[in-house]
């Protein structure tokens, strides 16, 4: 079974800073791995996904992550945040060739500071 | 084209009461998928179709919770004698093909309260 863990439920950070939200996961087969944002009252909707290949996949709004499985870990950075980015932003694992469920992480909410 | 839609978007019950939530899924996905979101806990998965059988009830919490998808399409999910621990807001999603590789695009949730 694959699980993940988001460490920081809240991430304040002054507009125009970088930020790292982190993501570390537990899976005993190769995996897929995504962010996924949710918007203030708005749906969830795909950021980026790492399915094979380079490590360092970009997504949408200037987001990238950096899948490191040595470390296990899928952490989501952005060199320089805006207001607009004050969303909820959670983590996924899949495994590989395996069934169809997605498993999320409880999310980090994160706080632009003006 | 339009979304994942989802009816009611709100739903006030009261316990023991039984509840039906609907998900219209974008045309033409055949992978549909129920999650409830709490506060504080993210999404908790429940179950997925592939078209219209579902290979994985696993994270249905208890017998109370159903779900069926008829015409490859619409989902209810239905909850009998609703307790106050089910109240969440429970967030459909559809995917074009199998494969959990493939992105998911979600409705905006019904609210489920149960009083």
């Known amino acids: 079974a694959q699980s993940v863990t988001q460490l920081d439920s809240q991430v304040p950070v002054f507009e125009e800073a970088p930020v790292e939200l982190r993501c570390n996961y537990s899976s005993s087969v190769s995996v897929y791995l995504f962010w996924y944002v949710q918007y203030p009252n708005q749906g969830l909707q795909l950021l980026l996904k790492y399915l094979s290949g380079s490590t360092l996949v970009k997504g949408i709004n200037g987001f990238e992550a950096e899948f490191n499985k040595s470390q296990t870990s899928f952490h989501l950075r952005k060199p320089s945040v805006h207001i607009s980015d004050t969303a909820e932003y959670f983590c996924a694992v899949s495994a590989q060739n395996r069934d169809d469920k997605i498993i999320f992480g409880k999310g980090t909410r994160l706080h632009i500071l003006p | 084209g339009a979304g994942v839609s989802q009816s009611p978007s709100n739903k006030v019950t009261e316990k023991g009461k039984d509840v039906e939530l609907r998900c219209d899924p974008i045309s033409g996905h055949t992978a549909l998928y129920w999650y409830r979101q709490s506060l504080g806990q993210g999404l908790e998965f429940l179950i997925y179709?592939?078209?219209?059988?579902?290979?994985?009830k696993s994270g249905l919490p208890s017998d109370r919770f159903s779900a069926e998808r008829t015409g490859g399409s619409v989902s209810t999910l239905t909850i009998q004698r609703t307790q106050q621990e089910d109240s969440a807001v429970y967030l459909c999603?559809?995917?074009?093909?199998?494969?959990?590789?493939?992105?998911?695009?979600f409705g905006p949730g019904t609210r489920l309260t149960v009083l």
């Open positions: 179709f592939q078209g219209n059988s579902a290979p994985d």
């Open positions: 999603a559809s995917s074009p093909r199998g494969g959990s590789y493939n992105e998911q695009f």
